[in-house]
């Protein structure tokens, strides 16, 4: 028995942010995961949202267990273009636009041309604007600089830019020496990385898995029905694998698996939250249980659509999510590990 390469992991996290995805953008990075997954002969489909699934083979064919992590992420929409040339935007996802003041961006055209740009306060300049400081970060006062000698909004249809572009924000990935991860997007791509790792390690070690399992890659889940669907009637357990949420009062940190027990849906099923604490602590794997008082899960969006199944959500905790996020390596290897010993444990019904 041994576990996926950590370092693997981050390298593979590494190249998951830097492919732009925001939400309802999805398809170069599903056909990254596709590629990766494909090229170790795990068969996939796509669904019709253009989700992936990912199914490996087990022992019981009858019951079956699925895992979910979301490859979508936070982003924008060229919303309107101003007679000055600036791009007003409209944001896709959970955010505020102080997350994403003085942020570099790409702009991808219909045409599938691609602009870089800037995210700034119309009053930046303190030079010019005498509340600049004090001015609201808000749809009104902020505006997307589009790279290149753009004055007029001629000028900017001209380039090809217009109305429902696609926004996506530079993640400014940093992999530091002491094992700490920078980047925007870990949500949930850190998780996406741990699962892909996790899918590999069952190929290469030929594991014999106790149940069938699929693995739903899905992409809209920041705007709420990503792993609502695609779920196989036989399917008993759906765990949602997805950032644990840190701050004033939470337990979870950067350097274990945090185990979401309630969040805004509700509580998450009480046995198969059982069930991972006894693993973490049979493997001496370092968790925290915790409750993410503004945050819904893929899980808890597919107990909302209707499916019959015991919901879960587990993941590595993640510093200022939806923001210019943090974590550690440690917490990417508890959560690994945690998931690796549930992929073989029984089901709990
Ligand atoms: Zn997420």
Not at 158 to 161: D, M, Q, R, V, W
Not at 315 to 319: L, M, R, V
């Given at each position: 028995m041994?576990y996926?390469?950590?370092?693997e992991?981050?390298e593979?996290?590494?190249?998951?942010?830097?492919?732009p995805?925001?939400s309802?953008?999805?398809?170069?990075v599903?056909?990254?995961v596709?590629e990766?997954?494909t090229?170790?002969e795990?068969?996939?489909?796509?669904n019709?949202?253009?989700?992936l699934?990912?199914t490996?083979?087990?022992?019981?064919?009858d019951r079956?267990r699925?895992?979910?992590a979301?490859v979508?992420?936070?982003?924008?929409?060229?919303k309107?273009i101003k007679?000055?040339?600036r791009?007003?935007?409209?944001?896709?996802g959970?955010?505020?636009?102080?997350?994403?003041?003085?942020?570099?961006?790409?702009?991808e055209t219909?045409g599938g041309?691609?602009?870089?740009g800037?995210?700034l306060m119309?009053?930046?300049?303190v030079?010019v604007y005498?509340?600049?400081?004090?001015?609201?970060?808000?749809?009104?006062n902020?505006?997307l600089?589009?790279?290149?000698k753009?004055r007029t909004e001629k000028?900017?249809r001209?380039?090809?830019?217009q109305v429902?572009?696609f926004?996506?924000?530079n993640?400014r990935?940093?992999v530091l020496?002491?094992?700490f991860?920078?980047?925007?997007h870990l949500?949930?791509?850190?998780s996406?990385g741990?699962?892909?790792q996790l899918?590999?390690?069952?190929?290469?070690e030929?594991?014999?898995?106790?149940y069938?399992?699929?693995?739903?890659?899905?992409?809209?889940?920041?705007i709420?029905?990503?792993?609502?669907?695609?779920i196989t009637p036989e399917?008993?357990e759906?765990l949602?694998?997805?950032?644990g949420?840190?701050g004033?009062?939470?337990?979870?940190?950067?350097?274990t698996?945090s185990?979401c027990?309630?969040d805004a849906?509700?509580p998450y099923?009480l046995?198969?939250?059982k069930?991972?604490t006894?693993l973490?602590?049979?493997?001496?794997?370092?968790?925290?249980l915790?409750?993410?008082p503004?945050?819904g899960?893929?899980?808890?969006a597919?107990?909302?659509?209707g499916h019959d199944i015991?919901h879960?959500?587990v993941?590595?905790?993640?510093?200022s999510?939806?923001?210019y996020?943090?974590t550690?390596i440690t917490?990417i290897?508890?959560?690994t590990?945690?998931?690796?010993?549930y992929?073989?444990?029984?089901?709990?019904?």
């Open positions: 041994s996926p390469d950590s370092k992991t981050v593979l996290i590494k190249k998951l942010v830097m492919i995805s925001p309802g953008n999805t398809d170069k599903i056909t990254y596709e990766f997954l090229g170790m795990v068969e996939t489909t796509r019709r949202k253009g989700g699934i990912a490996l083979p087990g022992k019981d064919e079956h699925m895992l979910t979301h979508d992420t936070l982003g924008a929409m060229v309107e007679p000055s040339g791009l007003k935007l409209d944001l896709i959970g955010y505020k636009y102080n997350a994403i003041e003085g942020e570099y961006c790409e702009i219909a041309r691609t602009f870089t800037t995210i119309h009053q930046t300049s030079h005498k509340d600049a400081g004090k001015a609201e970060r808000n749809q009104d902020m505006e600089r589009v790279d290149e753009v000028d900017v001209a380039l090809g830019i429902g572009d926004v996506s924000l993640p990935v940093e020496p002491n094992g991860i920078k980047s925007r949500d949930d791509k850190a996406v741990i699962l892909l899918i590999k390690q069952v190929k290469e030929k594991i014999e898995l106790p069938t399992t699929h693995f739903l890659i899905s992409n809209n889940e920041e709420g029905y990503g792993g609502n669907s695609n399917t008993v759906y949602a694998v997805d950032m949420a840190m004033d009062g939470q337990q979870t940190d950067e350097y698996a185990i027990v309630k849906s509700g099923h046995g198969l939250r069930n991972l006894e973490a602590e049979k493997n001496g794997i370092g968790y925290k915790d409750i993410y503004y945050y899960s893929d899980a808890s597919a107990i909302r659509a015991v879960g959500l993941g590595p905790g993640i510093d999510s939806h923001a996020e943090r550690h917490s290897e508890e959560t590990k945690l998931l690796y010993h992929l073989q444990s029984e089901l709990v019904l």
